[in-house]
Nanobody, 129 residues
């Protein structure tokens, strides 16, 4: 059974940091382009970051609002993708999802949910004082 499981969400003060993890089960995560998305109440799901898989240049993509603050990375030995989030802002509050795109390389459409076939259940991130 193919499965993605996120963890690491929680409550953090503005300016703080969190690291989200997404562990894969039932497939080799490194052969996919892996994305992180988020969805705030009343808003559409937004693509946050993407990392290209094995056999590509390993390129990463970020939405402008998180560039310089968030870092996506992957550990193929444990089939886990991470999202390091620093300098968090209240507007980063959302449910964060990881997703797998069977195309190994991220592209200009990395932010489109339609590009991804497998999704995790999400983890809540709340940035508040």
């Amino acid at each position: 059974q193919l499965q993605l499981v996120e963890s690491g969400g929680g409550l953090v003060q503005p300016g703080g940091s969190l690291r989200l993890s997404c562990a894969a089960a039932g497939f080799t995560l490194g052969y996919y382009a892996m994305g992180w998305f988020r969805q705030a109440p009343g808003k559409e799901r937004e693509g946050v970051a993407c990392i290209s898989g094995v056999g590509t240049d390993g390129s990463t993509y970020y939405v402008d609002s998180v560039k310089g603050r968030f870092t996506i990375s992957i550990d193929n030995d444990v089939d886990t993708v991470y999202l390091q989030m620093d300098s968090l802002k209240p507007e980063d509050t959302a449910i964060y999802f990881c997703a797998a795109n069977p195309m190994a390389a991220c592209g200009s459409n990395f932010h489109s949910p339609n590009e991804y076939h497998f999704w995790g259940q999400g983890t809540q991130v709340t940035v508040s004082s």
